[in-house]
C-alpha cells in the first residue's frame, strides 16, 4: 500500500534495523522500544488484520516468533517475552503486525489499565456465553 509505514520499510524506502527477515516476513527493532530489543514482526504482503490474514501466513509468524525470542534470549540475555498485536481500535498502523517485547527482571515496565472500568468477572463470563 502506498502510504503504509510498513510497506515503506519492507520495500526498503525507509530504512531499519532489520534482524531477520525471509520471502514471508521482516522483523526489525521497534524506533519507540519498551525494552531493549523491542521489536515487531511484519508480513512482507499488505495485511490489514488478523481476518485479512491466511493461515499460512499466521503460521509462518507464529515460527518465526520463536526463532526471534530464542534470538533475544541468546544475545541479550532477556528472561522473557509479551507478544502482544492489535486489530481495530488500538492498532495505530493498518499493517498486521506483532510486538515482541524482551522481558528483564529490572525492566519496570508495567501495563496499565483502570479496574474502575471492568465489569464483574461473572457479568463479562455471561455476557460472552449467552
Sequence with gaps: MKDCLFCKIINKEISSYTLYEDDVVKVFLDINP????DCLIVPKKHILDIYDMDSETFKHILEVERKIFDLLKERLGCCGITISQNNGYGQEIKHFH???TPRY?????KYTYSS???EKIDIIYNKINN
Aim: proline content about 0%.
Design 34 to 37: 519498551s525494552t531493549n530489543g
Design 98 to 100: 506483532v510486538h515482541m
Design 105 to 109: 527482571k529490572d525492566d519496570n515496565l
Design 116 to 118: 474502575e472500568n471492568l
